[in-house]
């Protein structure tokens, strides 16, 4: 799964790297370097305007979401938070995914992500049952980009107040060889030469769509030790994406 990341980009940066038409982000972005459900995050959404020909990629758009989707039918936010991830394995066939999954495709940028895994175990009292002591690892690309996270994207009007919330979930695949000793699930990734295909809202045949579900080449990330400070959400900063 993907619970954590971290994203240190200026919008500057992501309009660069990820080549965005359209920003719809409002004020300037802050660094996270601990990344949490619930919190808003910076996404990449296709859209198809007037100004878009048939047969020419989506307009890029980049706008502020927040993670954990949050189905159109829910009757509260509440259940965003059980939401954070979407197996792709299973996308077109649960009820809070397909409609999303079908025409709103998101590109999650991110410097890398965080996993935890049980390494040691840690020593208890006589008579108290032990647990494994759990190391944090950051998981990068090896040459320093930005990673693109496969993910959907919802629209949810809040029944109380009226207003309109943008919600995202990340898709998770099976981990390649590298990373899959620390955990058995990891982030989809899009290569950028995939990013159009991907955003692309217009609709399209099931089987199709599951063919974009291809993760990215493997032998790209790099995954090292990071200090525990990262399990505490109100930590934040770029100590704490740094090695031991």
């Not at 971290?6 to 940066?13: F, L, N, R, V």
């Not at 320093?144 to 107040?161: C, I, N, V, Y």
């Not at 998770?172 to 950028?192: K, N, Q, Y």
Request: glycine share 8%; net charge negative.
């Amino acid at each position: 799964m993907c619970g954590r990341y971290a994203t240190s980009q200026t919008s500057a940066d992501l309009i660069r790297d990820f080549g965005a038409d359209l920003v719809s982000l409002g004020d300037e972005l802050e660094p996270d370097f601990n990344m949490a459900p619930t919190k808003q995050a910076p996404v990449l959404v296709g859209r198809r305007g007037d100004g878009v020909s048939d047969g020419a990629p989506a307009q890029r758009e980049l706008l502020s979401a927040r993670w954990g989707l949050i189905p159109s039918w829910a009757k509260d936010a509440s259940i965003g938070a059980r939401m954070i991830n979407a197996r792709a394995e299973t996308l077109a066939e649960k009820p809070s995914f397909r409609r999303a999954f079908a025409k709103r495709r998101t590109l999650v940028p991110a410097d890398g992500y965080y996993e935890w895994y049980a390494s040691e175990v840690e020593e208890k009292k006589p008579g108290e049952k032990a647990k494994a002591r759990k190391q944090p690892f950051f998981i990068r690309s090896k040459d320093g980009s930005p990673l693109a996270m496969a993910g959907l994207h919802e629209f949810w009007k809040d029944p109380a107040s009226g207003e309109w919330v943008v919600s995202f979930t990340i898709i998770t695949t099976t981990a390649e060889d590298s990373v899959g000793h620390l955990h058995e699930r990891m982030p989809l990734l899009v290569d950028p030469g995939g990013w159009d295909e991907w955003l692309d809202p217009a609709p399209r045949p099931t089987d199709e769509l599951m063919e974009l579900l291809t993760p990215a080449a493997p032998g790209l990330l790099d995954a090292y030790p990071v200090a525990t400070a990262v399990n505490q959400v109100r930590n934040n900063g770029p100590e704490l994406i740094a090695p031991l």
